[in-house]
C-alpha cells in the first residue's frame, strides 16, 4: 500500500511538472522565430556624390514594399503609402549583394532583415479605420499555481478587464470567454496538459473570430518579510488561435514585476501590468489574421449545447444531410456539454433553420437560440 501510495504521488507531481513544462516552452513570439529576410534592387541616376545612397534608398523601399504586398491585398496599399516613405525605420539590418555605380548611376541589390514587428503594427493602426467588420475576440486569462502538488488555474477577472477596455475603445468586439459551459475545470487542466491540441479544442468550442488564451504564473523576488514590501514577478504566457480552424497564429510571453504592501497587491498589479504589455500584439495579430482571410461562405456550423443524448444530434444531421441533397457532414469536436458539426452546403441558411423549425418531430427535443452569419447554436429543452 505504501509502494502504491508514492507511486500516485509521483504521477501526479510528474503530471504537475508536465503541464509547467508544456507552458513554459519558449513562445513563439518570444525571439524564437527566424527574422523575415528580402531580396531588393534599387537603381537611381543622379549626381555622383548621392547617387549611391539614392540607390539604397530605393533598394530599401522596394523591399518594405514587396513586404506590404505579401501582407495585404491590393485594395488596402493604397492606405499604406505613408509606410513606404520611412522605409529605413523597417529594416534591422541589410547586407549589399551586388552594387554596380558609375558617376551618376547606380544599380545596387539588397538581402534586407525587416523589423516585421514594428511595421506590422503600423500597418495595423493604418487600416482599422478602413475595415469595418473587426473581428471578434473571446479572451480567457488564468492564474496557474499548485495546491499540494498539483497544478490548479483560477480566473484573472482584472487582466481580462485590461485588455477588454482597450480593444472596446478601439471598436472590437469581445467577449470574456466563459469555457466551463463547454468544459469542466478537469476538462481544462487536461486539454492545456495535451499542449497545442488540447489548447486547440478549447479555441474551436468559442463562437468568435479569434480566441485569446493566457497564462498567469507568479513568483516571488527576494526575501519574504511582514516587515518589507512585496515583490512579485508575473510571467504570461498568450497564445492565439483561430477560431474556425483552430490554427495558433501567435504565442509570446511578457513580464512585469511590481513592488506593493502585500503580496496580493503586487500579484495583481503585475498581471495587469502585463496584460498591457500583451494588448499591441493581440491587436495586431487579431486584426492582421483576418485582413485577407476569406470566411468560410459554404459551409454551416451547428453547436449542439447541452445534450446528453448523442444519438439525437446524429439523427439531426443526418436529417440536414438529406434536405440538402446528400451534403456532407463532419465532427468538428465533442465534449459533455457541447457538440459541433459542419455541413457542407453552400445554400442559404435560411433553408437549415426552416428545416429544424418544421420537422415535427424535432420541435420538442430542440430549441434554436441563434443565428449568427453561418453559425447555428441550439439547445436541448430540458437544459433550460
Do not use: W
Request: with cysteine; glycine share 4%.
Amino acid at each position: 500500500m505504501i509502494f502504491l501510495r508514492k507511486c500516485r504521488e509521483k504521477i501526479t507531481i510528474l503530471l504537475a511538472i508536465l503541464i509547467l513544462t508544456i507552458i513554459s516552452i519558449p513562445a513563439i513570439g518570444e525571439n524564437t522565430s527566424d527574422s523575415i529576410r528580402i531580396r531588393a534592387e534599387g537603381y537611381a541616376e543622379g549626381p555622383s556624390y548621392m547617387v549611391r545612397q539614392m540607390a539604397l534608398g530605393e533598394a530599401q523601399k522596394n523591399a518594405i514594399e514587396q513586404y506590404l504586398r505579401s501582407m495585404v491585398s491590393e485594395e488596402y496599399l493604397k492606405f499604406l503609402n505613408p509606410l513606404l516613405n520611412k522605409s529605413s525605420l523597417y529594416i534591422k539590418s541589410f547586407k549589399i549583394l551586388n552594387e554596380s555605380t558609375t558617376n551618376d548611376k547606380s544599380v545596387i541589390e539588397l538581402d534586407v532583415e525587416i523589423n516585421d514587428e514594428l511595421i506590422n503594427q503600423d500597418v495595423t493602426t493604418l487600416l482599422i479605420p478602413y475595415k469595418t467588420d473587426l473581428p471578434k475576440i473571446s479572451v480567457f486569462i488564468l492564474d496557474l499555481y499548485t495546491q499540494d502538488k498539483n497544478p490548479q488555474f483560477s480566473e484573472c477577472a482584472n487582466s481580462y478587464d485590461v485588455i477588454e477596455k482597450k480593444l472596446t475603445n478601439l471598436k472590437f468586439t469581445v467577449q470574456k470567454t466563459n469555457v466551463e459551459t463547454n468544459f469542466s475545470k478537469n476538462d481544462i487542466i487536461q486539454l492545456i496538459g495535451e499542449g497545442l491540441e488540447g489548447k486547440k479544442k478549447i479555441a474551436m468550442s468559442q463562437d468568435s473570430d479569434i480566441f485569446v488564451l493566457g497564462i498567469n504564473q507568479y513568483e516571488i523576488i527576494g526575501d519574504i518579510s511582514n516587515n518589507q514590501m512585496q515583490k512579485i514577478r508575473c510571467n504570461t504566457t498568450m497564445e492565439l488561435f483561430r477560431v474556425s480552424d483552430g490554427k495558433l497564429l501567435d504565442a509570446f510571453t511578457v513580464f512585469a514585476s511590481v513592488q506593493g504592501k502585500n503580496s496580493s497587491e503586487a500579484q495583481k498589479q503585475s498581471a495587469e501590468d502585463c496584460a498591457l504589455k500583451s494588448i499591441q500584439k493581440i491587436i495586431t495579430c487579431s486584426f492582421l489574421s483576418i485582413l485577407n482571410y476569406q470566411k468560410n461562405t459554404k459551409d454551416v456550423f451547428l453547436y449542439f449545447d447541452n445534450f446528453q443524448d448523442k444519438n439525437l444530434i446524429k439523427k439531426v444531421m443526418d436529417y440536414l444531410e438529406a434536405v440538402t441533397y446528400g451534403s456532407k457532414t463532419e465532427l468538428i469536436f465533442e465534449t459533455p456539454k457541447r457538440t459541433k458539426y459542419v455541413l457542407m452546403f453552400d445554400g442559404p441558411i435560411v433553408h437549415i433553420v426552416d428545416s429544424i423549425y418544421n420537422n415535427n418531430q424535432l420541435k420538442n427535443k430542440i430549441i434554436i437560440k441563434k443565428v449568427v452569419d453561418r453559425d447555428i447554436f441550439l439547445t436541448n429543452p430540458d437544459s433550460r
